[in-house]
């Protein structure tokens, strides 16, 4: 079964610095999709950012950007020129790529704190 | 932008009562999902369901748990006998593809079950 694990409970960053969410995953497959949501305190879960195992390229939204290492298991989530509104809880979420209905399995979540 | 709607948004109920949350996923998606999240723990996966059956469930979703897709629009999932520990935020979840990232949230439901 696949895992996510986010090692930092807790992050806070400076209004207009960088930075940067961790999250590992543990998967047996090769093709996949990996997932950033955003969760404010109104708790609906809003998509942030999506990576394609298959692409090599890494994604990029806006001032959100992700380092996925396919090799090494690990897709963290930077976030520049960082804005209040981004204070909110992040979650990494890992969707299997195979067939059927194919569920998301997500990460302790991190709380991300912006200091004005 | 299409939206996941669920109701009610929020739902206070005793102890042992069934109580039913409704979601009407996007018009064109097949595939549907419940979550859950007790407070200030991590989303957990229920059940998923296409073609008018459960695909999958996870040890969470127990004889207490049921859905089902009414008619062409909703989407809902029971609990029986509600317990304590069911409070949390249900989030109904739906795509249009069986993989990939089209994959839309509603805004939850906070159940409290006291």
């Known amino acids: 079964a696949q895992t996510v694990t986010q090692s930092q409970p807790e992050m806070s960053v400076q209004e207009a610095e960088t930075v940067t969410l961790s999250c590992t995953y543990d998967?047996?497959?090769?093709?996949?999709?990996l997932f950033w949501y955003k969760q404010p305190p109104s708790r609906q879960m809003i998509l942030v950012i999506r990576?394609?195992?298959?692409?090599?390229q890494n994604a990029t939204e806006n001032r959100f950007s992700v380092n996925f290492q396919k090799a090494a298991k690990s897709f963290s989530l930077k976030i520049s020129d960082s804005q209040l509104g981004d204070a909110a809880m992040y979650f990494c979420?890992?969707?299997?790529?195979?067939?059927?209905?194919?569920?998301?399995?997500f990460g302790q979540g991190t709380r991300l704190t912006i200091n004005p | 932008e299409p939206e996941v709607t669920q109701t009610p948004s929020h739902q206070v109920t005793q102890m042992g009562q069934e109580v039913i949350l409704r979601c009407v996923p996007i018009?064109?998606?097949?595939?549907f999902y419940w979550y859950r999240q007790i407070l200030g723990q991590k989303v957990e996966f229920l059940v998923s369901?296409?073609?008018?059956?459960?695909?999958?469930k996870s040890e969470i979703f127990d004889d207490q748990f049921s859905v089902e897709r009414p008619d062409g629009s909703n989407f809902t999932l029971k609990i029986r006998s509600t317990k304590l520990e069911d409070s949390a935020m249900y989030f109904c979840?739906?795509?249009?593809?069986?993989?990939?990232?089209?994959?839309?949230f509603g805004s939850g439901t906070r159940l409290t079950v006291v």
């Open positions: 979840a739906s795509s249009r593809l069986r993989t990939g990232g089209s994959y839309t």
């Open positions: 998967t047996s497959e090769s093709d996949y999709y």
């Open positions: 990576q394609e195992a298959y692409k090599q």
């Open positions: 979420a890992y969707r299997s790529s195979g067939q059927g209905a194919q569920k998301l399995v």
């Open positions: 018009s064109n998606h097949l595939y």
């Open positions: 369901f296409y073609n008018n059956e459960i695909s999958e």
